[in-house]
């Protein structure tokens, strides 16, 4: 028996079911993982870098003044969440400006925020997870003893581990089990090691604080991944052509986007948590 499944009444029940669009920023990693596009200190605003006129350099020479916490993010929503008067979020896409350049002399740490993956079995979507030690597979970059110490004692039940930074999507289960065995990594991301490098560079404190999205067990799919656009904004066509092509993954897509659903609610809690400063014991109080 053949059951052939009905597209157009498929794709109005996921729109049905997902409250907001922006959900589907699990596609996240899909981008240069050097790449930076946006910056703002602006707590509900992210665009685009300011086209160069008087104006706009009078402007940047104001947020320069401005002693404070840069945060490395890759999606939009993760930067409107993090972002405030002391605290500068970049999100890393597909743009040519390396974030090592983007560093500013007021910048006084760089932390690593947003969603991840998990490799540790047993991690729940929504735990929180802060680094302790940033690894890319080859390389490993202590993060600030003293500002991951400040951020347990501020987040209840988060777990202290290494993070994993990758420069493509970890898609499947096995894949994740093999990383976790192979590098004991509890989370995997792909800009806590840009962040990282940036922070070596110009020796600035180091830290990252994640939440999990896709767990151990989840694998992530291929409809997801077309939701995201190289600037970190969230494309819901992109899904709904997906979608399209591939009805089947309906389900899966709606069980994934439950789970980083619980991994953005944790980031605003967090918000609430860390205070102006994130934490952080570099910035004037």
Known sequence: MTVEA???RMLTRAQRLTPRNDIFGVGRWLRSSGGSIAVTTSPRRVGRPWPISRRNEERQAQSSAIVGVLAVVGLQFEARIIAG???RAI???AEP????TMILPTDRGVISFGICGGLAPGLAPGACVIASYISDGTREWATDKSWTKSLARSIPNAIVGPILGVDAPILDVASKFNLHKRHGAVAVDMESHVAAVAARAHGLPLAAVRAVADDATCALITVALAGRRADGSVN???VLAALGRQPRELAPLIRLAIRT????ATLVRLRALLGSDLGTPYTPR
């Open 6 to 8: 009905d597209p157009p």
């Open 91 to 93: 999100v890393l896409g």
């Open 97 to 100: 400006t390396p974030l090592v």
């Open 236 to 238: 819901v066509a992109g």
């Open 261 to 264: 659903g619980s991994a953005r």
């Open 85 to 87: 008067p002391a605290v």
